[in-house]
T-cell receptor
Framework: RKEVEQDPGPFNVPEGATVAFNCTYSNSASQSFFWYRQDCRKEPKLLMSVYSSGNEDGRFTAQLNRASQYISLLIRDSKLSDSATYLC??????????FGSGTRLSIRP | DAGVIQSPRHEVTEMGQEVTLRCKPI?????LFWYRQTMMRGLELLIY????????DSGMPEDRFSAKMPNASFSTLKIQPSEPRDSAVYFCASQGLASNTGELFFGEGSRLTVL
């Protein structure tokens, strides 16, 4: 089983829609979780951290469910500029950082 | 401030040739990571260094791959001999000790094509 698994998508939704996707992880000792965003042919960049209590950054909400070992990302009122690949990331130890394979999101006008 | 700098941005080479990819991390960052990205396998961690010391190289595919970090401002990833299946985008990323978010800062990547 992969350490981190994501639905590859693509998710194709209309502008203004709400979209959510999950990421499951296998290492229950994982401490820190993040969502990164990667635009086509670009490098990944940090989108937001994921806290146990859940956290929100504008239209983006991230949640962590330790009991079921998954994290989620919710995007409200999606914009064309949200089209990208979203990567879930966790730290399996102090410095080893593992990326999921990414979920492709495409927002259509 | 300059970000992570990688070179070359693109390289096309023939099977059997040696390839050397270079990375300059952000000044003051103490951790450096090499990743490889392909459509089939996504982002794979190859090796990472902490204070210039290799900590975990279990992701390095085989003996043809080697990585060094002779000082805090420079790292190389070498493939010798290269094979077509090594074609991928290779990313270098650095992380600072004082980074509360644990954010990784990536270079723009080196796109390698082995014919």
């Amino acid at each position: 089983r992969k350490e981190v698994e994501q639905d590859p998508g693509p998710f194709n939704v209309p502008e203004g829609a709400t979209v959510a996707f999950n990421c499951t992880y296998s290492n229950s000792a994982s401490q820190s979780f993040f969502w990164y965003r990667q635009d086509c042919r670009k490098e990944p960049k940090l989108l937001m951290s994921v806290y146990s209590s859940g956290n929100e950054d504008g239209r983006f909400t991230a949640q962590l469910n330790r009991a079921s070992q998954y994290i989620s990302l919710l995007i409200r009122d999606s914009k064309l500029s949200d089209s990208a690949t979203y990567l879930c990331v966790y730290y399996s130890s102090a410095s080893k950082i593992i990326f999921g394979s990414g979920t492709r999101l495409s927002i259509r006008p | 401030d300059a970000g992570v700098i990688q070179s070359p941005r693109h390289e096309v080479t023939e099977m059997g040739q040696e390839v050397t990819l270079r990375c300059k991390p952000i000044s003051g960052h103490n951790s450096l990571f090499w990743y490889r990205q392909t459509m089939m396998r996504g982002l794979e961690l190859l090796i990472y260094f902490n204070n210039n010391v290799p900590i975990d190289d279990s992701g390095m595919p085989e003996d043809r791959f080697s990585a060094k970090m002779p000082n805090a401002s420079f790292s190389t990833l070498k493939i010798q001999p290269s094979e077509p299946r090594d074609s991928a985008v290779y990313f270098c990323a650095s992380q600072g000790l004082a980074s509360n978010t644990g954010e990784l800062f990536f270079g723009e990547g080196s796109r390698l094509t082995v014919l």
